[in-house]
């Protein structure tokens, strides 16, 4: 069984009981750890699962055994015919951890319990993103409850013909009074006359 880790920004392959060199970690010598950022699992059996980005649920616990630094690195520089030379070392801070085990996603198989069901449809109807229904009252005419940038569907009231209530982009239909139809009735039959 191995898996694909992302690491501290690199990717490494790995098994279980296996040491390899990270990047140098932040937490100290002797410490475990958990990397989530599982990107493919391969069992026993040859069954992989990849993940997109990640798998989910899935995780690698790993031990730290100790910090050290690579070899050193010398890095020179010159450039030609204006007598200039530099020469620097470098050495890499480095992690040696080991892994412990690694993790599958878990079984979706698992039927949840009827309490964790009404937790999260509770959790649903309290998250702020669920859309609203907002009934406005007969006397609030005000713009802000009109246009307000919300997701909410507006019902307007019967009394409020405001010129917000009509300029605001709601479901309610508006239907033109009689005397416009009769209007633009005389306007088409003049042009057909002509």
């Not at 002797?30 to 026993?44: A, H, M, P, Q, V």
């Not at 649920?57 to 020179?76: P, Q, R, T």
């Not at 085990?101 to 309490?115: C, H, Q, R, S, V």
């Not at 239907?175 to 002509?194: N, R």
């Amino acid at each position: 069984m191995f898996a694909l880790v992302d690491i501290a920004g690199q990717q490494f392959k790995v098994e279980k009981n296996q040491e390899i060199f990270v990047n140098r970690l932040k937490d100290e010598q002797g410490t475990k750890i958990e990397f989530n950022n599982i990107l493919l699992i391969e069992d026993d059996n040859g069954k992989t699962i990849v993940g997109t980005p990640f798998v989910d649920g899935a995780k690698v616990s790993a031990k730290i055994i100790s910090h050290l630094k690579a070899d050193k690195v010398i890095v020179f520089k010159k450039i030609r015919r204006k007598r200039f030379q530099k020469s620097n070392g470098h050495r890499q801070p480095l992690s040696k951890i080991l892994i412990e085990d690694i993790f599958e996603k878990p079984d979706k198989t698992k039927k949840t319990d009827a309490k964790t069901k009404e937790k999260t449809i509770k959790a649903k109807v309290t998250d702020k993103t669920t859309t609203k229904i907002v009934k406005p009252s007969v006397k609030a005419k005000t713009k802000a409850s009109i246009k307000s940038p919300t997701k909410a569907t507006i019902k307007p009231s019967v009394k409020a013909k405001t010129k917000a209530s009509i300029k605001s982009p709601t479901k309610a239909t508006i239907k033109p009074s009689a005397k416009k139809i009769v209007k633009t009735a005389k306007k088409i039959i003049k042009t057909e006359k002509k």
